[in-house]
């Protein structure tokens, strides 16, 4: 009898366990609360509108699916669109000036039912201003932007694409799973990472440290002047160097190119458990000068190979 009573309270328990799990699958799934809650809810506005630029110092943008671009605005009108005429009132975006902060949402909050609802937000932004954007899966799309500072993440899958983008703080790229591609940076400070995909930026000039992660993606850098490069975690690195001080690139399993400007002296230190140097098989590490050696280059990388050219 205690046998069977034993059996009977299993069974009972992984009933339970089962129904909270699917439980707690629905809910995560119909409500990203993350995404889909938010503060003071009841003091935001619905849909499109247009402000004066002049009054705001922040964009702060969370938007959970679609694309959000950003175009020059034209004079101190701040405008900010979505395609809202078959939206629900529940689905359209939410926004609300707070301080000198503009704070723009996906939909209501707590809303979170449709995930499948692809958006496309249009916001013209004046120079000068510091800009924060999150966006879980879709796009980022940017023209020629002159900010204080950027944050511009994708948290899920998307693409981030960029035409010059001129910061004058800190620049800080996160693209979790798709491709990065920007035409120019200019920064103080630069922070680039990523999971997979690709990363290219044509050209970039940092007057501090940039710095530049993945787990495995590719890394195509035009031209580079910094003071500090530091570069870890790309299957394939191909990167020109205009100028720097101190280049430190470490990496698993990874082919890595290194174009210099002409007349730029390099110091390159190479260690490696299996690769080569300039085609040179390398057993630990070995170094090569360039010119004065003034740019210290360090390069680790368990398997691969390093061209400098």
Not at 167 to 178: P, S, V, Y
Request: proline letters at 1%; charged letters at 25%.
């Amino acid at each position: 009898m205690k046998k069977v009573l034993r059996i009977i309270i299993i069974l009972v328990s992984i009933l339970v366990v089962g129904f909270l799990s699917l439980v707690a699958i629905y809910f995560i799934q119909k409500k990203p609360l993350y995404y889909t809650s938010y503060e003071n809810a009841n003091v935001y506005s619905v849909g499109s509108f247009s402000y004066d630029a002049q009054t705001i110092d922040e964009v702060n943008v969370t938007w959970i699916s679609g694309t959000v671009q950003f175009k020059q605005a034209s004079g101190n009108v701040l405008n900010v669109k979505e395609e809202d005429g078959n939206l629900a009132e529940k689905q359209r975006m939410r926004w609300q000036l707070d301080g000198r902060t503009l704070r723009i949402q996906y939909w209501a909050s707590n809303y979170g039912t449709d995930k499948d609802l692809n958006k496309t937000l249009t916001v013209e932004i004046p120079d000068g201003i510091n800009l924060h954007v999150e966006v879980k899966k879709g796009a980022i799309m940017m023209g020629s932007h002159h900010l204080k500072h950027l944050n511009a993440q994708i948290t899920s899958t998307g693409d981030v694409e960029a035409e010059a983008l001129v910061i004058e703080q800190e620049c800080i790229l996160n693209d979790t799973a798709g491709n990065l591609h920007i035409r120019s940076v200019t920064a103080q400070e630069a922070r680039v990472s990523s999971k997979l995909g690709e990363t290219r930026i044509d050209n970039l000039d940092i007057q501090g440290q940039l710095e530049m992660t993945s787990v495995w993606g590719t890394l195509k850098l035009g031209t580079v002047k910094a003071e500090e490069v530091k570069i870890e975690k790309y299957e394939d690195v191909q990167m020109g160097l205009d100028s720097c001080k101190a280049v430190d690139i470490k990496m698993t399993k990874a082919d890595i190119n290194l174009t210099l400007k002409r007349g730029l002296g390099a110091t390159v230190d190479f260690s490696t458990g299996s690769g080569k140097l300039n085609g040179k098989i390398v057993r630990d590490s070995d170094q090569t000068v360039i010119g004065d050696g003034s740019c210290k280059i360090k390069v680790d990388v368990s398997m691969g190979n390093l061209t400098v050219k």
